[in-house]
């Protein structure tokens, strides 16, 4: 970047984005503009004249029209533009490139944690599910016992992990709810973080832990339990009767030790939250260069939350391998429309106020910047929320933008690490997949360093170029899989974001 206190991101772009804030009235002669406004940084202002109705573009893509004349140096931002919908070609498979594949011999290693199946995980926990809310204070207090003095016996075991969730009763069954939830919770059973698994049940829940058993393939053993509270004894005995199932389990998950292993095992979840005008400048294209890299070591690259890739779509539907993997990621749009509309909501909605405050003024521009979390290679796949993901490279998996809601789907689906990029300072972490957390600007990173991983805003700072910071990621990736503590486990978060999407009426 250079000393400028503009960023022009595209020569096409008729906006220029402030590094620092800016002073009315200040001369930017290098873009020949005067500021005609207070602008924070991160926020933009228009570069020349533009008239009401015209489109204003940002990367060369349509971030809404004028609502009424702009003038050059003039502050643009939602009181002066408006999100229009316009014609967006899917061009499906247009912009494919082949992936230039590193070599098997040559690949990237990580310490992972072998199954017997040949699934790898990037940690060792013992987790604990809840067929339905009720069992969800069980296995709370099972997990609880479970304190660091009595694991201090089984260095190899990262935890005992409870993931309680409010539903699995008062739901129709059959339908698309109640099929999400069992996915879900299948997806972590079968996790390659978990070691061994408990599935904690009621007994007259919709969710029936023997059918939920069945209809996902889940084989009962040694390290996959299952108990029904109502056959037990009630909520003491199963307690304890759970405190001495997860007993027996964790000399069998302590027997697990880390090993050399392909990073082609990497599965990474892409998430953003509280996102500014930088994260689409700094660390979402950084994050994609890095799951460029990953993808050429044969790694997987799972793109979410499909209402913030709405005015984008087509970013993606170029990539895609065939027309019918593009049309699969627009029938999930479809879907979407029709479900906030049946729901009186907004597919189409505002963005937060900490999103605004950093600088994004609609969907679209947030949207512009999330979509470069998934990089540049092809589209090989797009799959249903908490779908177990079999395909390797760059996929999508529709899920809502609620980061707790998305980051439960792609643990599910089998992402074994959170990649999770954020400007204003987003608090979250992840089991048992842990969260990585990307800072998109220094005074941020600076403030929040507690709980922020790697700091993107070096790319501003003119420290690096997106590429360089791509590799550092990619870096820090590696550790993390091979059990070097990210931020966020370092101060015990994950127990609390275990999200289920809720899709049904509740009678």
Not at 20 to 31: C, I, V, Y
Not at 142 to 161: K, M, S
Request: one cysteine or more; aromatic letters at 6%.
């Amino acid at each position: 970047m250079n000393a400028s206190p503009l960023i022009r991101l595209h020569p096409h772009d008729n906006v220029l984005v402030a590094k620092a804030p800016l002073a009315l009235g200040q001369d930017l002669p290098e873009f020949g503009v005067r500021v005609r406004a207070q602008v924070p940084a991160g926020h933009k202002i228009a570069s020349c004249r533009i008239a009401a109705g015209e489109q204003v573009r940002k990367y060369n893509a349509v971030i809404g029209v004028a609502a009424r004349d702009i003038e050059a140096g003039d502050y643009v931002h939602t009181h002066n533009l408006s999100m229009v919908e316009f014609d967006r070609d899917p061009g499906f498979g247009q912009d494919v490139r082949p992936v230039a594949y590193v070599p098997d011999a040559e690949r990237a290693t990580f310490m992972g944690y072998v199954r017997e199946d040949g699934r790898v995980g990037t940690r060792n926990f013992i987790g604990l599910l809840s067929s339905v809310n009720c069992s969800a204070t069980v296995i709370k207090n099972i997990a609880a016992y479970f304190t660091p003095e009595r694991l201090a016996a089984y260095p190899n075991v990262d935890g005992v992990a409870a993931f309680a969730q409010t539903s699995g009763c008062g739901m129709s069954s059959p339908s698309e709810h109640f099929d999400v939830l069992r996915r879900t919770l299948a997806g972590y059973a079968r996790h390659p973080n978990l070691a061994g698994v408990l599935i904690v049940g009621l007994g007259c829940e919709r969710n029936q832990v023997s059918s939920l058993v069945e209809s996902q393939g889940l084989e009962a053993g040694r390290l996959m339990r299952t108990m029904v509270m109502q056959e037990v004894g009630g909520t003491r005995v199963t307690i304890e009767a759970g405190i001495r199932a997860v007993e027996e389990m964790l000399p069998l998950a302590n027997a697990y030790q880390r090993q050399p292993v392909p990073a082609s095992h990497i599965k990474i979840g892409l998430e953003c939250g509280g996102s500014d005008g930088f994260s689409g400048i700094t660390a979402n294209p950084a994050l994609g260069a890095a799951m460029d890299i990953l993808v050429r070591h044969g790694g997987t690259a799972i793109l979410s939350e499909t209402p913030e890739i709405h005015g984008v779509e087509y970013m993606l539907t170029r990539r895609a391998v065939t027309p019918a993997v593009g049309q699969k990621l627009l029938d999930r749009l479809a879907w979407w429309e029709n479900y906030t509309r049946g729901h009186n909501g907004q597919f189409n909605g505002v963005v937060g106020p900490g999103n605004q405050a950093g600088g994004l003024a609609n969907i679209f521009e947030k949207s512009l910047g999330s979509a470069m979390k998934g990089g540049t290679t092809p589209l090989q796949a797009v799959y249903e929320y908490a779908e177990p993901i079999d395909q390797p490279g760059f996929v999508f998996m529709d899920s809502p933008g609620y980061d707790p809601v998305a980051c439960t789907g792609q643990i599910a689906s089998g992402a074994n690490l959170i990649c999770f990029t954020t400007g204003r300072g987003s608090m979250f972490g992840s089991k048992p997949a842990p969260t990585i957390k990307l800072a998109s600007n220094t005074p941020m990173y600076r403030k929040l360093e507690e709980d922020m991983d790697v700091n993107c805003g070096a790319i501003l700072d003119g420290e690096v170029d997106v590429e360089q910071m791509g590799q550092r990621i990619f870096e820090a990736i590696l550790r993390h899989a091979s059990g070097e503590p990210t931020k966020s486990e370092a101060l015990g978060l994950g127990d609390h974001e275990f999200v289920p999407w809720h899709l049904g009426i509740v009678s």
